[in-house]
């Protein structure tokens, strides 16, 4: 098994240019996650996805959409790039076995850089 | 945000020694866990421990959880070399969270060999 995989692993972006991360798992989990890290500041949630079609807003959305049109892929997409958004960006997955919560996997991350 | 905060921000040891690391949240949670993230690269799942569960051991690492205190604490015993790396604490907090993790600042570890 793969795990989680992103797409691509590097990429600099002018600022107002567009792009999308892409995120697969084939761990066929239903839940998939999108954060950023930032340097002193830990990981921030961006979107998070609890199944196939459906999406919600985590802690720091602004400026960024997702999509999940099949169940073991999750987009993030930057519509007018900012140099505030020079971060790491990481997806997660995780399996829905406990009410509780479960743990997270995590890709190798997307370094972008917006200049 | 109910982002916590771990403690302390960077640790240098020797290797064979203990490294202890503390982690404080701010609401009720459903479980805490631990995460290892090597320089450049993803975070590993190292441990989750429950709300209702006060020590959890997985191989040389043990984990408290208070949660009259809100905290937590990983102690990685007998440290490696190999063990460098920054270390995360993340609360899942209580109710529907659709298992959303709330992650600390982070500890960074040095072990010297």
């Known amino acids: 098994n793969a795990g989680v995989t992103q797409t691509p692993k590097f990429r600099v972006l002018k600022t107002g240019q567009s792009m999308t991360l892409l995120c697969a798992q084939d761990?066929?989990?239903?839940?998939m996650y999108w954060y950023r890290q930032d340097p002193g500041m830990g990981l921030r949630l961006i979107h998070y996805s609890v199944g196939e079609g459906t999406t919600a807003k985590g802690e720091v959305p602004d400026g960024y959409n997702v999509s999940r049109l099949k169940k073991q892929n999750f987009l993030l997409g930057l519509e007018s790039a900012a140099p505030s958004q020079t971060s790491v960006y990481f997806c997660?997955?995780?399996?829905?076995?406990?009410?509780?919560?479960?743990?997270?996997?995590f890709g190798p991350g997307t370094r972008l850089t917006v200049t | 945000s109910q982002q916590g905060e771990e403690d302390p921000q960077a640790l240098s040891i020797q290797e064979g020694e203990n490294a202890t690391m503390n982690c404080s949240y701010k609401?009720?949670?459903?479980?805490l866990q631990w995460y290892r993230q090597n320089s450049g690269r993803g975070l590993v799942h190292l441990i989750l421990i429950r709300s209702n569960e006060r020590e959890k051991h997985s191989g040389r690492l043990r984990v408290t959880l208070d949660t009259s205190k809100k905290s937590s604490s990983l102690l990685i015993t007998a440290s490696r070399a190999a063990d460098t790396a920054s270390y995360f604490c993340a609360d899942n907090a209580g109710g529907t969270s659709y298992g959303k993790l709330t992650f600390g600042q982070g500890t960074i570890l040095t072990v010297h060999p």
């Open positions: 997660a997955s995780s399996p829905h076995r406990s009410i509780t919560g479960d743990e997270q996997y």
């Open positions: 609401t009720s949670i459903n479980n």
């Open positions: 761990m066929n989990h239903e839940y």
